[in-house]
């Protein structure tokens, strides 16, 4: 393991599924990097005692991440929220510091991360604070990748959100971060692209900001606005590996349809390479018993492998 990369695996809400997935996939993890888990050994002893399992040799962890607690499976609770937090706060310090080489993410609970103070909905907007960076969410797999230009945001905002200056701005910061090999396909955001001004003016400002780009980067590597109902049709998806959509479900709905159990997050235009599993905390089956797959846990790993052998 001397020459694998050492990444730093914050552990998400120990109500949820992630420490399952950690513990039983350690040995395929390890044949790909070397993990660092940001648990103490107190709560992982717990952990493993719910969920029946015995922890792997060579499990690395960290000790006082953050106050003890009562495992509740499924339960919504600020302990487990803070607990996350404060795992995820311990994997970007080892990264900033150099001590690892990437991040990645087991699934957090919003609303416990509410009821435990902290004031980001999210890790991507939590990112962007600790480093003063524009920070891109990209989904999905080698297949298909789509970036989002809006995330979180009612779709009511999203059109006046669509402005040049920082759609330029995005469109360069992708291709210089996600390294896309082929053209990238850019979503209009009406439907039929607005049928040139009949259904909406966006795709105006959207081809106004692709022209900009392609002067700035002084190559053509993304394609005019696609009309959003057909791009991901297997012929139009034969042409093109990575996406850029106007809004959350425009992207998600059709990524998610096609590859959900294998796509990944990850978070580009940052100092520090981040990738995270593409679902949530699965409450429902938490310490249930059942068989997970982990094939979008086993994958954000794997993006960091590959991106080192570039």
Same mark, same amino acid.
């Given at each position: 393991? !001397? $020459? #694998?990369? !050492? ?7 120990? $109500?949820?599924? /992630? ?7 350690? /040995?395929? @993890? ?10 103490? &050994? ?19 962890? %960290? ?7 009562e ?22 310090? #080892? ?39 524009k ?5 999905g ?14 779709? *009511? ?13 995005? #469109? ?14 850019v ?12 259904? /909406? ?5 959207? *081809? ?7 002067? !700035? ?32 479900? !425009?992207?998600?709905?059709? #990524? ?6 294998? /796509? %990944? ?7 520090i390479? &981040? ?8 409450f ?8 997970? $797959?982990?094939?979008?846990?086993? *994958?954000?790993?794997?993006? @960091? ?6």
């Amino acid at each position: 393991m !001397q $020459n #694998l990369q !050492q990444v730093a695996i914050s552990i998400g809400d120990l $109500n949820g599924i /992630g420490i399952q997935l950690a513990l039983e996939n350690h /040995g395929k @993890i390890c044949e790909l990097v070397k993990p660092i888990y940001c648990i103490d &050994r107190a709560m992982l002893k717990q952990a493993a005692s719910k969920l029946n399992l015995s922890i792997p040799e060579e499990f690395q962890t %960290i000790e006082d991440i953050a106050p003890y607690f009562e495992i509740k499976p499924g339960i919504v609770s600020k302990e487990s929220g803070a607990y996350a937090y404060a795992s995820f706060c311990k994997a970007v310090e #080892l990264a900033k510091a150099h001590a690892v080489d990437a991040v990645s993410t087991l699934p957090i609970h919003k609303k416990a991360w509410e009821l435990a103070g902290v004031k980001y909905k999210g890790h991507t907007d939590a990112l962007r604070d600790f480093f003063d960076a524009k920070a891109i969410m990209m989904l999905g797999c080698p297949k298909m990748y789509v970036a989002l230009f809006t995330e979180h945001i009612p779709l *009511n905002e999203v059109a006046k959100s669509i402005n040049a200056k920082d759609l330029t701005r995005f #469109l360069i910061d992708f291709y210089h971060t996600a390294q896309p090999k082929n053209t990238v396909a850019v979503l209009g955001l009406n439907p039929h692209a607005g049928d040139e001004g009949v259904l /909406g003016n966006e795709e105006t400002i959207i *081809n106004e900001s692709i022209k900009n780009a392609h002067k !700035q980067l002084d190559k053509h590597v993304f394609t005019s606005p696609l009309v959003p109902d057909v791009a991901f049709t297997p012929h139009v998806r034969a042409h093109y590996t990575h996406y850029i959509a106007m809004y959350h479900d !425009q992207g998600l709905a059709p #990524l998610k349809a096609l590859y959900f159990d294998e /796509g %990944i997050n990850v978070s580009l235009n940052l100092p520090i390479l &981040r990738t995270s599993v593409d679902h949530g905390t699965a409450f429902d089956i938490a310490y249930k018993g059942f068989k997970l $797959n982990a094939l979008s846990y086993i *994958n954000a790993i794997r993006y @960091i492998r590959e991106r080192d052998e570039k």
